[in-house]
């Protein structure tokens, strides 16, 4: 009898790989909260920034893993990615000088779909 969650046990692999690489970087982030970027550990080794970058850049490895197998599409991902550019400004208290005016202004203007996924209308494979 296979698992209840129908798992292979390469899915299952890649996912804990990817679980793992995630708690890297919230481990990351929380030491750049608490001493900052450029803070190293004691006896040496990294600054927490470059540490973050690391651990950032396993996440990306595991992103491939999952891409190569077949566990989620990279077309989702970049949808889902341009959207959050879209909507996250609205919610920003000291970045929003990283957005750009149209953005925000495309983003209340343009036609949004069904709203089933709020895509933008030419985006949405929704119908």
């Keep these: 009898m296979g698992h209840f969650n129908k798992l292979t046990p390469a899915e299952a692999e890649r996912l804990s790989i990817l679980a ?20 190293r550990h004691p006896n040496g080794g990294p600054s927490n920034r470059n540490w973050l970058e ?40 000291h970045n929003n000088h990283l957005f750009p005016d149209y953005r925000k202004t495309d983003y209340q203007n343009r036609e949004r779909c069904c709203g089933d996924c709020d895509m933008p209308i030419t985006e949405c494979d929704c119908n």
């Design 20 to 39: 793992e690489e995630c708690a890297e970087v919230i481990q990351a982030i929380g030491k750049i909260q608490r001493h900052g970027f450029d803070s």
């Design 54 to 93: 690391k651990e950032l850049g396993d996440v990306l490895a595991a992103k491939h893993l999952m891409l190569e197998g077949g566990d989620i599409d990279d077309e989702h991902i970049g949808k889902s990615f341009t959207n959050k550019l879209f909507t996250i400004p609205e919610y920003l208290h």
